[in-house]
DNA sequence: TGTATTTATGTTTTT
DNA sequence: CATAAATACA
């Protein structure tokens, strides 16, 4: 670069900077912690830096910056773009970072060239023959539980040896099997897990000396965004890439921890001083996003974490409204109050995408849905992997997938009777069974049917032509992802059967035109991509990254999704016992309440201009109404700054909600018991078998005298208790 | 074999 | 409530 030029850069890029800003970006030597409060600029200062790097002391491709999102991978990188920094520099999360290298040295990795990261629809398959295959029953471990556990020590840096040799006890030990299993199940079928990603990279760098200077000489310097959400294993990547060069620049917020239960580890951040003795340290504590009163609510919020190192946010932004405290009576109201208010603020003018609601659950989202179809109110969640997760979508992925990795079972499985082509789940078995008989991979078997004794004639015929189908298909994984996808759909015969379809449901069909449309654009952003990279694409997709911005319609996530963005409108809610701090049971071994405290803190802070937060005196939870009480997060905020509002009760049309007093358990309760008599009105006398205790979900089961038995939710069973001396 | 219906069962949060 | 698995039926 031309050095008048370069000045003219670097003048730009250090204008308008507050000078803890401009040192941050300027301090180009050395480690460096960059700890930004909520709102104070962070995004803007790590883009600025990572150009000022770019610009002086190095050139773009040897800049590496790894962001929490793809969304804010792109936002970053199409920054430094219109910063004049090109295109070069290497901006993506640490998975894709991952898959990236892994890819490229799957040699070294000890990998096939062609795995494929299996989703966690996929790795639930796998464990599920894992726990069968150790002999075991899914009814005892529960492949959910146990691949919480696998994932946990996946994070921490554990492999299936070195986690067995860790177990401490019998249980331990089962799930050490199964663990070992499950390796041997993702191996067979060339496939990694997410975890998979971070582990193996981290494994390969700790010993290989090379690959490490290979990498420290590529990048020459290092940012990571969020790194108070880092795990054991991003955090053995970080340093594994940036031992010699120490060029890292580590960016985050202790407050804003809120992926423990991933495996995240807060003592990232805090350590990194003792981690790098000579790191340079950077506080940004001026907020440029909140009012006065926002950022006090969230503070004086914040402040009663005890495990925390002080800070205090400032602004000189105006004192703003009131933070309002909406008490309704349940989640209709709730929605409805939010439905409604959104909806005056669009008739006076105002743009929906100003406004978000955030939750804590997923789960929350459907009544507030609901509330804004019947108001009129566009809007858009982001749950962009719900997308990939529907039935028609995983069919044609699950062609792409066993074309570019025949190994996978999962995906071959599918594909072979989608749509129905008459080889059902007797033959597959049959075909799984040669497998493992003959050890064979399952994709030969199914290539080569005839030596498959056990199978009928027909059963060989049909399994041979959907081998000649997929060899036909074959090329198409090396070809442009649009065309490639258009073919898939129209050659398996999926496009004709969802034709068929669409006179009584047309959404398949659409869905796989916009899956068309995603390929397809995909193909524009990048031009020499071919099928198989876009399949990585999508399958390193998040929730976050399809939301759209200057939409025009009002945004729905979850609390997590919410980190790092920000809005003028925000509505928090279900701030109630157990929603928010979210909590399953009394004695929940994962409880965080500092954390959950630190994720309230995170949505309050998304607000710029206005922030409300809701609570309902029932909600609904599992189909059953709950009382709730308000979140104690509520009590901790201060009386000066926050607004009670009531927000009306009945105001909702609520015309199908049941009348009776349905979701009581019986006064009695703790008088009933196993061996009790009870009378229904339908199958009169019956005796207790057993009781699950479990507040509003406890269960009985009774055997009738009539000989029927069934399991009730008490709180919903027309049971009575029966004494002794009332039987005849 | 494939589809429709019933029934059991379970849970945060995400790359 | 919502989904997955089990079962009944065409």
Redesign the pocket.
């Known amino acids: 670069m031309e050095p008048v030029l370069r000045d003219r850069l670097t003048d730009a890029l250090l204008a308008n900077l507050t000078e803890p800003q401009a040192e941050a970006v300027r301090c180009t030597d050395g480690p460096l912690l960059v700890l930004a409060g909520a709102g104070a600029g962070k995004t803007r200062v790590i883009t600025r830096r990572a150009a000022y790097l770019a610009a002086t002391v190095t050139r773009p491709w040897n800049v590496l910056a790894i962001t929490?999102?793809?969304k804010a991978a792109n936002e970053m990188a199409e920054r430094l773009v219109a910063m004049g920094v090109g295109r070069e520099m290497t901006v993506c999360?640490?998975?894709?970072l991952c898959a990236r290298l892994l890819r490229i040295h799957h040699g070294r990795a000890g990998l096939p060239r062609d795995f494929t990261i299996f989703?966690?629809?996929d790795q639930?398959k796998v464990l599920?023959e894992a726990i069968a295959a150790a002999g075991l029953s899914?009814?005892q471990w529960?492949?959910?539980?146990v691949q919480?556990v696998i994932?946990q020590a996946k994070n921490q840096m554990l492999t299936a040896r070195a986690y067995e040799e860790g177990a401490a006890d019998w249980s331990q030990r089962t799930v050490a099997r199964i663990y070992a299993a499950y390796e041997e199940g993702l191996a067979r079928q060339h496939g990694l897990d997410?975890?998979d990603?971070?582990l193996k990279l981290a494994l390969l760098l700790r010993g290989d000396a090379e690959l490490r200077g290979e990498i420290e000489r590529r990048y020459t310097h290092v940012l990571i965004d969020e790194y108070q959400d880092t795990n054991a294993a991003q955090y053995e990547i970080a340093r594994h890439i940036t031992s010699k060069n120490a060029n890292l620049c580590a960016t985050g917020d202790p407050d804003q921890s809120?992926?423990g239960?991933?495996g995240a580890d807060i003592r990232n951040i805090l350590r990194f001083e003792e981690d790098f003795p000579q790191a340079h340290v950077v506080r940004l504590e001026q907020n440029y996003r909140s009012t006065k009163r926002i950022l006090s609510a969230a503070s004086h919020l914040i402040e009663h974490n005890v495990e925390r190192k002080d800070k205090t946010l400032w602004t000189e932004n105006p004192e703003g409204a009131r933070v309002r405290v909406v008490s309704v009576e349940d989640a209709e109201d709730e929605a409805h109050f939010i439905a409604h208010e959104v909806a005056r603020y669009r008739a006076e003018g105002g743009n929906l995408a100003d406004v978000a609601v955030f939750y804590?659950?997923?789960?929350l989202s459907?009544t507030i849905e609901e509330a804004l179809i019947r108001a009129g109110v566009p809007y858009q969640v982001?749950?962009?992997?719900e997308f990939y997760?529907r039935k028609e979508i995983k069919d044609v992925l699950a062609y792409a997938r066993v074309l570019t990795n025949p190994f996978d079972e999962v995906s071959l499985t599918r594909a072979i009777?989608t749509?129905?082509?008459?080889?059902?789940?007797?033959?597959i078995d049959?075909l799984v069974a040669h497998a493992q008989a003959t050890g064979a991979p399952l994709h030969a078997v199914v290539a080569a049917p005839e030596q498959v004794a056990a199978?009928?004639a027909?059963?060989k015929r049909r399994v041979a032509g959907f081998a000649q189908l997929l060899a036909s298909l074959a090329p198409l994984v090396d070809g442009r992802p649009r065309e490639g996808i258009e073919q898939l759909v129209s050659l398996t015969g999926i496009q004709a059967e969802l034709a068929q379809l669409s006179a009584h449901d047309p959404e398949p069909a659409q869905n796989v035109e916009e899956l068309i449309s995603a390929a397809s654009a995909f193909e524009e952003a990048h031009p020499d991509a071919t099928l198989r990279d876009w399949l990585e694409y999508t399958s390193?997709?998040?929730?976050?990254?399809a939301v759209e911005e200057d939409t025009g319609k009002l945004t729905l996530?979850?609390?997590?999704?919410a980190k790092g963005l920000e809005f003028p409108r925000v509505y928090v809610i279900a701030l109630e016992d157990g929603m928010l701090p979210?909590?399953?049971q009394e004695y929940?071994p994962?409880?965080?309440e500092e954390?959950e405290r630190r994720?309230c803190f995170v949505g309050m802070t998304r607000a710029k201009q206005f922030l409300t937060l809701s609570h309902a005196d029932y909600r609904?939870v599992?189909?059953v109404a709950e009382r709730k009480t308000r979140s104690q997060f509520l009590d901790e905020l201060p009386r000066g700054e926050i607004e009670r509002v009531d927000g009306g009760t009945g105001s909702a049309d609520k015309g199908r909600r049941a009348p009776r007093n349905r979701s009581a358990l019986p006064a009695d309760i703790e008088r009933w018991q196993v061996h009790g008599l009870v009378r229904h009105p339908e199958y009169d006398l019956g005796r207790i078998v057993w009781i699950r205790l479990a507040g509003a979900?406890t269960?009985v089961h009774v055997a009738f005298q009539c000989g029927h038995e069934?399991?009730f939710?008490l709180a919903y069973a027309d049971l009575t208790r029966v004494e002794f001396d009332e039987v005849d």
């Not at 529960?142 to 539980?145: D, E, F, L, N, V």
């Not at 804590?360 to 789960?363: K, M």
């Not at 749509?419 to 033959?427: Q, V």
């Not at 996530?557 to 999704?561: D, P, S, V």
């Open positions: 929490f999102t793809n999360t640490f998975h894709a989703d966690v629809a639930r599920k899914t009814d529960s492949p959910a539980r919480g994932s997410f975890d990603l971070l809120i992926y239960w991933r804590r659950l997923n789960s459907r982001a749950r962009g992997t997760n009777n749509p129905a082509r008459g080889i059902g789940k007797t033959t049959r199978l009928q027909a059963a390193l997709l998040g929730d976050v990254d996530m979850t609390l997590h999704a979210f909590c399953r929940d994962t409880y965080d954390e994720l609904m599992r189909g979900q269960r069934q399991t939710l």
